[in-house]
């Protein structure tokens, strides 16, 4: 990618996340670079075309780390880890979550990707969990379908943390953002077995030190 487009993006990241997907057009992307619109539009014919290789940005980071995960890698650590990589990830793109049901609305082909990605990542995280029942370190499941409403709380939560803090007006910080991985690591907290729960408290004791 060339010096340019990726000023483009960059730009348009920052704006997006801080006015909101309406609040900005080419033009608005094109002023804050101080360049043409028609300088812009040689590297991207239509806003779309930049929220999409923003999201597909998105989607790369996380898949990195899922891609190099071993079955002998699982662990409650990992758990840590991947709901940090993905609250961090989603703080750095947060528009795409502000503003993530009018996207996927006028969007089809990300619309079409997101299915497949929750899907993909509902069996990525049910084998987790099978392997960590496996290890004694979460419980053997007591009702039908429990830990695939874990999964789908996981994922809400993660989701939606972002809308909610801006609709109560609270400012995306640092503290927001470690507040968000808390409570998500706490969802996870009555699942785990006694071997589990001596390894989560090491482990928030960790994150916070």
Known sequence: MNKTKRQILDTALALFNKRGLAQVSL?????????????????????????????????????????KINPSEVSLRLIFELISILTETRLKYSFLMRDFISLVAENPSIKKHYAAIIEKRRRQSLFFFEKLIEQKVLRAAELPDEYVFLYERIQILGNFWITSAVMQGNKLTKAAVERNFEMIVQVVYPYLASKGQKEWKKLTAASKG
């Open 27 to 67: 033009r608005t992307i094109a002023d804050e670079l101080q360049i043409s619109p028609g300088n812009l539009t040689y590297h991207f014919k239509r806003r779309e075309e930049i929220v999409e290789v923003l999201y597909y940005e998105f989607v790369a980071v996380v898949d990195e780390r899922f891609a």
